[in-house]
């Protein structure tokens, strides 16, 4: 076997099921499940209906690794729209390929990009952040590096902050605006110097953009990678490589549904290693993702059920939590005035409501662990069932946690 799989930690969810084995949860109240990142709105009915119109002919033939032409035009069109790019500057053909959810183009992108005829490879990362980059980095044989977000960096990544010795063995740098688990969204600013950084030492960035459709309807929306380049007069997308997906956007998980964008250089490459890699996207689900892309009142509808969850929520979580609103994304990202892990273990015990301890997304470094102290508490119920977990989590805080410390 790979002996680097000896070196994977954990998943967060397998780490807090064996947390929460040693407890008895309240069995007076039904669990409210607030720890992972699984949107439970219904999904579209378009998608829904082009699914049952083409599921046959979607079964008939093996999808491309590149996918349909209908899709990756959907996308083109998509960025180009949302982010405020010029028409026709995303080639569909060159500039576009159809994956299986992010989570599998965030892991295998890496394996493509990472060269070992550069010495000590390495890719860096926002710490806290998804488990997935350090687990790429690792398979891919290169060091994982992490870049802490603070209260003090206002949750972004100091990219300043890393010498140049770093930067000289970066190979990959994953970003992601709006961020997984701050909220928190990269202005003009950081993405001018992430792309300074990159032309000076030749890496890639990935920009994990999967949350960009959920933001405040009353804020401009987050700013993407690619329409930072655009605002930079940056041409042909240069070592950037956005990453989509219906999950969030769509409230379709269960889909396995996005695409990536960018560079077509690093594009055609990666295309390559997916003609290998075999993980191509059913017919089917191409068709219906195309219609998603297409349709945006539903995205608008989910936008404002977020919204709704927020503006409830908030009054009754900040007395007693250290939270902040987020810029985009469904989490708080809360500091809890203790430990992280006990405080999810008695909550779980006392109230049956689920959180996900901040240290199970985060990594100890020379500085800190940015997740020690926080928890992260995922809005994806419906509206009522979160007000219920908010009640529950404030009588908690104020009955139970702040006498125990």
């Known amino acids: ?15 807090l099921r064996s947390l929460f ?8 109240l039904a669990n409210i499940a607030l720890h992972i990142g699984e949107p439970r709105h219904a999904p579209p009915v378009v998608i829904l209906n082009s699914l049952q119109h083409d599921i046959a002919a979607g079964l008939s033939s ?21 982010f405020e790019l010029p028409k026709g500057c995303i080639d569909p053909v060159t500039m576009v390929i159809p994956v299986a959810g992010t989570r599998e183009a965030l892991f295998s992108f890496c394996q493509a990009v990472v060269s070992h005829a550069r010495p000590d490879p390495l890719v860096a990362m926002p710490n806290p952040g998804y488990q997935i980059y ?25 990219l300043a902050s890393v010498d140049a010795s770093t930067w000289q063995r970066c190979q990959l740098l994953y970003m992601c605006s709006p961020g997984n688990p701050t909220g928190q969204v990269l202005d003009i600013d950081a993405w001018r110097l992430a792309l300074n950084l990159a032309d000076q030492y030749d890496f890639v960035i ?12 009353t804020q401009p929306p987050p700013l993407g990678l690619l329409q930072a380049c655009q605002q930079l007069d940056r041409k042909g997308f ?4 956005v990453f989509h997906s219906l999950s969030k956007r769509s409230s379709v998980p269960g889909l396995r549904s996005g695409f990536v964008a960018g560079d077509a250089d690093n594009l055609r490459d990666y295309l390559l290693y997916r003609s290998y890699h075999g993980c191509a996207v059913n017919n089917a689900v ?9 349709d945006e009142a539903h995205v608008q509808s989910n936008r404002n059920l977020y919204a709704q969850k927020f503006a409830a929520v908030a009054p009754l979580l900040c007395p007693h939590l250290d939270i902040y609103q987020p ?5 708080y990202w809360a500091g809890v005035n203790g430990n992280e892990q006990t405080f999810a273990q008695d909550l779980f015990a006392n109230q049956n409501v689920s959180v996900l301890p901040g240290s199970f997304m985060s990594r100890a470094t020379s500085e800190g662990d940015p997740g020690q102290g926080r928890v992260r508490i995922s809005l994806v119920a419906e509206l009522e069932a979160c007000i219920e977990a908010a009640q529950r989590i404030a009588t908690f805080t104020q009955q139970e946690w702040n006498r125990e410390i």
């Open 238 to 241: 240069s070592r950037c490589i």
């Open 134 to 158: 350090e687990g790429a980095a690792i398979l891919a044989g290169a060091e994982p590096y992490y870049i802490n977000t603070t209260a003090e960096t206002g949750f972004l990544p100091d």
């Open 21 to 28: 084995d040693q407890v008895v949860p309240n069995p007076t």
């Open 286 to 294: 191409q068709l219906a993702s195309a219609i998603g892309w297409r």
């Open 1 to 15: 076997m790979n002996r680097q799989l000896a070196e994977l930690k954990p998943y967060p969810f397998d780490r």
């Open 62 to 82: 093996y999808p491309l690794s590149r996918g349909i032409d209908t899709l990756r035009e959907a996308a083109a069109d998509w960025l180009e729209a949302r």
């Open 206 to 217: 990935a920009s994990d953009e999967c949350y960009s459709e959920i933001y405040d309807p």
């Open 327 to 331: 810029q985009g994304g469904f989490y």
